[in-house]
Nanobody, 127 residues
Framework: QVQLVESGGGLVQAGGSLRLSCAASGRTFSVYAMGWFRQAPGKERHVVAAITWSVARTYYADFVKGRFTISRDNAKNTVYLQMNSLKPEDTAVYYC????????????????????WGQGTQVTVSS
């Protein structure tokens, strides 16, 4: 089992920045990749960014490219999402997820590829 705890969400004005953190504990040696997803009210949960744990290959959704950066600190078992130039449409609950194995793509991007989920952290961007 892997436990994930997100932090860093909050309220920010458009154009501002936030950094989300996701601390993993438990069988972290078994993690293949970690990802950030988000879900706005009434909408499906979509991948935002993902990173493989050992080689740090990354994926970004088109709507965050150039604004968000995913990174990981292996020593701290923590993955980060630096979010810059935030827009009101970035408002959502952000979830951290961990994949235990590779299923298909090198960097997993769909929900079904992830085995463990955090509780989510709210990000609200005001206009």
């Amino acid at each position: 089992q892997v436990q994930l705890v997100e932090s860093g969400g909050g309220l920010v004005q458009a154009g501002g920045s936030l950094r989300l953190s996701c601390a993993a504990s438990g069988r972290t040696f078994s993690v293949y990749a970690m990802g950030w997803f988000r879900q706005a009210p009434g909408k499906e949960r979509h991948v935002v960014a993902a990173i493989t744990w050992s080689v740090a290959r990354t994926y970004y959704a088109d709507f965050v490219k150039g604004r968000f950066t995913i990174s990981r600190d292996n020593a701290k078992n923590t993955v980060y999402l630096q979010m810059n130039s935030l827009k009101p449409e970035d408002t959502a609950v952000y979830y951290c997820a961990a994949a235990a194995t590779r299923r298909g793509m090198v960097v997993p991007t769909n929900r079904g590829s992830y085995d463990y989920w955090g509780q989510g952290t709210q990000v609200t961007v005001s206009s």
